[in-house]
């Protein structure tokens, strides 16, 4: 079973950037599609981005499209969400998470989380 934990949360300024990180342990982050959550308060968890196990394939959502980059290193097991111009309405905990490759990226179903990293942006 795989652990993930994600940092790079932190508080900035609308127009600001954050680069988030999600490392892996227990088992080789290679093996897996990685996806990217996040939830404000009083809302339902939302899915934002996915990178397949290979890292040359990416989904994003429309909200984040242009703005939010993810990518990943398998060698070091770490995986990332680069975040630019960031909007109040972006803040929110972000998750990382895991599962066994899919097809569709844009299937929001994971199987392993991670504990969550709090972005708060002001205006």
């Known amino acids: 079973q795989v652990q993930l934990l994600e940092s790079g949360g932190d508080s900035v300024q609308a127009g600001g950037s954050l680069k988030l990180s999600c490392v892996a342990s227990g088992r080789t982050l290679g093996i897996y599609d990685i996806g990217w959550f996040r939830q404000a308060p009083g809302t339902e968890r939302e899915f934002v981005a996915a990178?397949?196990?290979?890292?040359?394939?990416?989904y994003y959502i429309d909200a984040v499209k242009g703005r939010f980059t993810t990518s990943r290193n398998n060698d070091e097991n770490t995986a990332y969400l680069q975040m630019s111009s960031l909007k109040p309405e972006d803040t929110a905990v972000y998750y990382c998470?895991?599962?066994?490759?899919?097809?569709?990226?844009?299937?929001?179903?994971?199987?392993?989380w991670g504990q969550g990293t709090q972005v708060t942006v002001s205006s």
């Open positions: 998470a895991a599962r066994t490759p899919l097809s569709d990226l844009s299937d929001s179903w994971y199987r392993y």
């Open positions: 990178v397949g196990w290979t890292g040359r394939t990416t």
